[in-house]
């Protein structure tokens, strides 16, 4: 059973990201805040769930939270300020669009910075103890699953609705063949032998 609350009295979000190690496609952050000790024990780690349980969870999260919203960076930003930075920012701008500000924020991982006065602690694997964490874990993934998905239709040969932009063994030898988009992070290690071969 994760856990309701860091702290006792105070108003949590937790935060996560989803898309950190894809090879395409921006990553995106969720911040929640859930009623006090609230539960629901269909939410958890968005990989620990199907697919279609997590659009469910998500319709269960967007109903009962306080307080949620998600927030992306864009291909080209990732390839100017780095992933990890992305990541971050992306959390930030999570946390700064919730309608109401939290007292405290659970970010999951072991690193973030913020120019908010609202503290903050990292917690590894949050995203499996703290069930705002978990929920944010689920509205990022699903939220950016959709972003791939809506791709597919225009770059079907990547087979973004199978691998959502990760380096699965299909997308890496797809790159090498049909090259690269202007949706692949061209930072990254792709594998690609015509990596200035962009397909509009």
Not at 35 to 44: D, G, R, T, V, W
Not at 97 to 107: C, H, Q, R
Not at 191 to 196: E, G, I, M, R
Request: overall charge positive.
């Amino acid at each position: 059973m994760l856990k309701s609350y860091y702290r006792l009295n105070q108003l949590e979000a937790g935060c996560d990201e989803a898309g950190r190690g894809c090879l395409a496609g921006p990553v995106f952050a969720a911040a929640v805040i859930l009623p006090a000790n609230y539960s629901n024990e269909m939410i958890m780690d968005s990989k620990k769930i199907s697919e279609k349980q997590r659009t469910k969870v998500k319709e269960i999260i967007e109903k009962d939270a306080i307080a949620f919203s998600v927030a992306k960076i864009d291909v080209e930003e990732i390839d100017t300020i780095n992933i990890l930075q992305a990541s971050v920012k992306a959390m930030n701008l999570a946390v700064n669009k919730l309608k109401i500000k939290p007292d405290f924020l659970l970010i999951d991982g072991n690193y973030f910075h913020t120019s908010s006065k609202i503290p903050f602690v990292c917690i590894k694997k949050g995203d499996a103890t703290y069930l705002s964490i978990a929920a944010a874990s689920v509205l990022a993934k699903v939220y950016r699953d959709d972003y791939m998905l809506a791709l597919q239709k225009k770059y079907p040969i990547y087979q973004w609705h199978k691998n959502k932009g990760y380096p699965t063994k299909q997308h890496r030898e797809s790159i090498i063949y049909h090259g690269v988009t202007k949706h692949h992070r061209k930072s990254f290690h792709l594998h690609s032998k015509q990596l200035n071969l962009y397909l509009e």
